[in-house]
């Protein structure tokens, strides 16, 4: 865990905060986090670690499945295709993910799916949030 907090951390200062930094003063910031379920509970400290990362700025934890309020693809489809929850939100996040960035540029890296995963997850839960706010 220790590691893991510290690559983190290492991470959020110099490729986040950079660009987060570029956020004109006064402009409210809000930081998206995705509360970890039973199953992945060993990443609740990587969660404390983000929301100490960002002292002064609007923190909103929420729940893993905003991101499926996203219907590029309809998660119906996903949940039906995949024996567990966990493989049919990855697998919905990354088809989502891959048809936004077929449409707008990405500097997102290629690799494999199981990494960029992640990406996919973590922007997904952004929208998920935004479109909650309606």
């Given at each position: 865990?220790?590691?893991?907090i510290q690559v983190?951390?290492?991470?959020?200062?110099?490729?986040?905060?950079?660009?987060?930094?570029?956020?004109?003063?006064?402009?409210?910031?809000?930081?998206?986090?995705?509360?970890?379920?039973?199953?992945?509970?060993?990443?609740?400290?990587?969660?404390?670690?983000?929301?100490?990362?960002?002292?002064?700025?609007?923190?909103?934890?929420?729940?893993?499945?905003?991101?499926?309020?996203?219907?590029?693809?309809?998660?119906?489809?996903?949940?039906?295709?995949?024996?567990?929850?966990?493989?049919?939100?990855?697998?919905?996040?990354?088809?989502?993910?891959?048809?936004?960035?077929?449409?707008?540029?990405?500097?997102?890296?290629?690799?494999?799916?199981?990494?960029?995963?992640?990406?996919?997850?973590?922007?997904?839960?952004?929208?998920?949030?935004?479109?909650?706010?309606?």
């Amino acid at each position: 865990n220790v590691e893991r907090i510290q690559v983190l951390c290492r991470y959020i200062k110099t490729r986040i905060m950079p660009g987060y930094a570029s956020i004109p003063v006064g402009e409210t910031k809000t930081v998206v986090i995705e509360f970890q379920m039973g199953a992945n509970a060993r990443t609740r400290m990587v969660v404390s670690a983000i929301i100490a990362m960002f002292p002064e700025d609007r923190v909103k934890i929420v729940g893993p499945s905003l991101k499926n309020t996203i219907d590029i693809y309809p998660y119906s489809k996903f949940a039906e295709a995949y024996s567990t929850s966990y493989g049919a939100n990855k697998a919905h996040s990354l088809a989502c993910f891959k048809k936004i960035e077929a449409l707008f540029t990405s500097d997102v890296p290629a690799g494999p799916d199981d990494l960029r995963g992640h990406v996919a997850d973590s922007f997904m839960q952004v929208l998920g949030y935004l479109k909650s706010r309606d």
